[in-house]
């Protein structure tokens, strides 16, 4: 280097850094002062002179330098050590007051405050859904106490629920071609009453998307063909193929343990594999979780023909399929909007909600995997119900909070195995490539745990009733948190809330829709 500050070869020695870099001597202008004659030359008054011990290097008062051996080896650490402490600030404030504490003195932290909404679950409510948790506490330390918290819910009403919309209903709702003349009203009615057996294959067309309510009730020869063609695709595989696409061949080992499991009264297990396996090749990324073949079965005994149970899966996967997909996210995010509910709903549910097998069952349940504990019929109904949309966005989790109540003083028959194969079915353990064939458990454990499904399947017009009154109950709460005001679609929170905020006209009794009441 040349000369100058830092040039010289007096202005540069060792020894090595820690990192491999030389250290250089420091400039005066930096060890404490302006060099003589600066001061006068910028027109500046020099700045007070530095306290402590003297850099090593820097200038000393005669003007030379300090020999380079001086300077200690270690680094920075050693540097900022020979450099002293750095001077006490000057206070700027008005003096303190008597009894205040010194300004040095450490002072006492702020307490936290957090709103349950953001705080996360509760207690072992957040062990089991992995919500916020907070920063590390040091080892030893005390366990953080949980924020009070409490909203003022008022009764919890018990809508009534009706009968089923039937044959001659329907039609009277149609045209001579199919179409519907009141969708938003038959929808209402489907939710309040869903729909009669001989009904579901042509309703659950319009619910699950097949058929736009707008359009004519025509067979769709396109969606049978794209059907077939993606068959074909899986079934023309040589066995030399599929035994280097590691990644399909682990899809069809999963489906092939599920198959093992199902019941004998249920689908036939062909029709079950060539849906199921068609679906990986339509949707490759997700393809097959554990788990899948239980929401298919039902839906295989509505509607029989082959490619429109397949494209009505399609659509079931469309809204739940995050909940299956290796990731996990969407099933740990609606775990932690579960826990809000729950801690604003049921607190004494979260000691329980600790438990591992709880936890296996919300996973279920969240996957419309209700089965075991509703049977094939109630299943059908709570499905029928929910793709109505009403009454509010995330009905669902409203369903899963009552499911825990009616479940919590509900012991299983001994013996009871018609919840296997238990577990989240939430995907690959995490961290396990794609296409890996050893230790596939997809989360999920071969054993039964100790909490399984009812001896006798719950009501399912109950849990609808309750889920309903429920979203009521929460809709008239005047301090509900405002994340879950969005999360069930209520906007953000009145200032005098009426018991029929957020509802829709059509559920509420006539004097709450603003209709002149009635003569008693």
């Not at 007070?48 to 820097?58: D, F, H, K, N, V």
């Not at 006492?108 to 349950?116: G, M």
């Not at 996360?120 to 506490?137: A, T, V």
Request: charged letters at 20%; aromatic letters at 6%.
């Amino acid at each position: 280097m040349g000369g100058g500050e830092f040039g010289g070869s007096q202005g540069i020695w060792g020894p090595w850094g820690v990192f491999g870099v030389r250290i250089c001597r420091v400039p005066p202008r930096l060890a404490g002062g302006v060099p003589p004659g600066a001061a006068g030359a910028a027109g500046a008054a020099p700045g007070p002179p530095r306290t402590g011990p003297p850099l090593p290097g820097a200038a000393a008062p005669g003007g030379a330098l300090s020999p380079p051996a001086a300077l200690p080896t270690g680094g920075t650490p050693k540097l900022a050590e020979a450099a002293g402490p750095p001077p006490a600030p000057v206070p700027t404030g008005p003096p303190a007051a008597a009894g205040d504490p010194p300004t040095g003195a450490p002072q006492a932290p702020l307490p936290r405050s957090r709103h349950p909404a953001a705080a996360g679950p509760c207690g072992g409510l957040s062990r089991l859904l992995g919500g916020p948790r907070g920063p590390p506490q040091e080892e030893g330390a005390e366990p953080e106490a949980e924020p009070e918290f409490e909203v003022r819910l008022g009764p919890r009403p018990t809508p009534l629920r009706g009968p089923p919309v039937t044959q001659e209903e329907w039609g009277r709702s149609h045209d001579s071609e199919g179409r519907s003349l009141d969708p938003q009203g038959l929808r209402l009615r489907i939710f309040r009453g869903g729909l009669s057996p001989e009904l579901r294959p042509r309703g659950w067309r319009r619910l699950l998307g097949l058929r736009p309510w707008g359009d004519p009730e025509t067979p769709e020869r396109e969606q049978r063909d794209a059907y077939f063609r993606m068959k074909l695709q899986w079934r023309s595989l040589s066995p030399g193929q599929l035994q280097r696409n590691r990644v399909l061949r682990r899809y069809r080992q999963r489906l092939e343990r599920d198959l093992a499991r199902c019941p004998p009264d249920g689908p036939p297990r062909a029709l079950l594999r060539d849906v199921l396996m068609t679906h990986c090749m339509f949707h490759f990324d997700l393809g097959y979780v554990r788990g899948m073949s239980e929401v298919l079965a039902p839906l295989l005994g509505v509607t029989p023909p082959e490619h429109e149970a397949f494209w009505g899966f399609c659509s079931i996967m469309e809204m739940v399929g995050s909940n299956f997909g290796p990731s996990r996210e969407g099933l740990e995010r609606q775990l932690g909007q579960l826990g809000q509910l729950v801690r604003v709903v049921e607190p004494e549910l979260c000691e329980r909600l600790g438990a591992g097998d709880t936890s296996r069952c919300c996973r279920r349940w969240l996957q419309l995997r209700f089965l075991p504990w509703l049977g094939t019929e109630g299943t059908r109904r709570v499905w029928e119900v929910l793709w109505t949309g009403l009454p509010c966005p995330n009905f669902h989790l409203l369903l899963v909070c009552v499911l825990l109540e009616m479940t919590r003083d509900v012991s299983p028959e001994p013996g009871d195995t018609r919840g296997a194969p238990p577990g989240d079915s939430a995907g690959d353990p995490p961290g396990a490539p794609p296409g890996d064939s050893a230790g596939d458990s997809d989360g999920d454990s071969d054993s039964d745990g100790d909490e399984g499904p009812p001896a006798v399947p719950l009501d399912a017009e109950q849990l609808l009733s309750g889920a309903e009154g429920l979203f009521l109950q929460l809709a008239a709460a005047p301090d509900l948190p405002l994340a879950l005001r969005e999360l069930l679609g209520l906007g953000g929170a009145p200032p005098r809330p009426p018991p029929d905020a957020g509802v829709p006209p059509a559920l509420l009794p006539p004097q709450s829709r603003g209709d002149p009441p009635t003569a008693p």
